[in-house]
């Protein structure tokens, strides 16, 4: 699986007081040198983490790839547009939330969603809706025409008992091969820590993993090259036999 790096938090830093520094585009090459295989920033419509000017920088000095989240605000969708990052994944956005709460309602506003991936297609950009491990969520994003989608883990993250950690797994086993068998392509992605990632192995088809608060809250402790690349050797998992390997 392949790692993508979410670095909002290190915008909320500087916001909390309207500073130049931490700069997210120096996070991202960090990352990205610590092994990272893409970077991800959620510009919200209240602009409360990053802003427009980290993602026009982050767009020309980004050498993985760009993941904009983003909701289906008609502001937002025009910037998306226009920035033409690699790829955009569509989330539910509430101002109250502290962070993306659930999975984007694809069925009950199956034709909006429609209208923006289409739109978000036509500028270049590759489209991936987050979604519940829902089988009514996963068919409506296949009929939506995004070619992936990123499917939520918090209910897996959260979970307090070893017995709803493993539910919450064997929900996303059935949603991951569900969208595959509707010809999807599949990311996962939220609450996932350095104690419950590698469980994530267990899940077929998952292509690349979103992760951002435990990267930066064990950066604050050990650095964030060092917390990228712990994460990086949990994701990539063990190099298979013959590749990689060093001469004595
Ligand atoms: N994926 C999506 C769609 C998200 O909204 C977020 C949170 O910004 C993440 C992944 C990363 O979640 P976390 O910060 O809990 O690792």
């Known amino acids: 699986m392949k790692l993508g790096v979410n670095i909002d938090h290190v915008a909320t830093l500087r916001q909390v007081r309207r500073a130049a520094l931490p700069d997210p585009v120096a996070a991202a090459a960090i990352a990205e040198m610590a092994g990272a295989d893409g970077i991800t920033v ?42 033409h990052p690699h790829c955009a994944c569509l989330v539910p956005e509430r101002r109250e939330e502290v962070t993306t709460e659930g999975g984007l309602d694809v069925r009950g506003q199956l034709a909006a969603v429609r209208r923006v991936v289409r739109r978000l297609e036509r500028a270049g950009v590759i489209v991936s ?13 296949a009929e939506s025409g995004a070619p992936f989608i990123e ?17 919450a797994l064997a929900a996303l ?3 991951a091969a569900f969208a595959h068998e509707c010809g999807l392509r599949v990311n996962a992605g939220h609450g996932l820590d350095y104690h419950n990632v590698h469980l994530m192995h267990q899940v077929p088809f998952v292509e690349e993993l979103n992760i951002g608060h435990a990267i930066i809250a064990r950066a604050v402790m050990v650095g964030l090259d060092r917390a990228v690349r712990d994460m990086a050797a949990l994701v990539h998992g063990p190099v298979p036999m013959g590749q990689g390997a060093q001469k004595p």
Request: charged share 30%.
């Open 173 to 175: 086993q059935r949603a």
């Open 42 to 83: 959620h510009l919200r419509e209240d602009r409360r983490h990053i802003q427009d000017r980290d993602v026009e920088l982050l767009l020309r000095t980004v050498t993985t790839k760009l993941n904009l989240e983003m909701s289906l605000a008609p502001e937002i969708v025009a910037r998306a547009c226009a920035f």
């Open 129 to 141: 809706l987050f979604v519940d491990p829902v089988r009514a969520q996963i068919s409506a994003a």
């Open 151 to 167: 499917l939520h883990t918090g209910v897996f993250a959260r979970a307090r008992t070893e017995g709803a950690r493993m539910r």
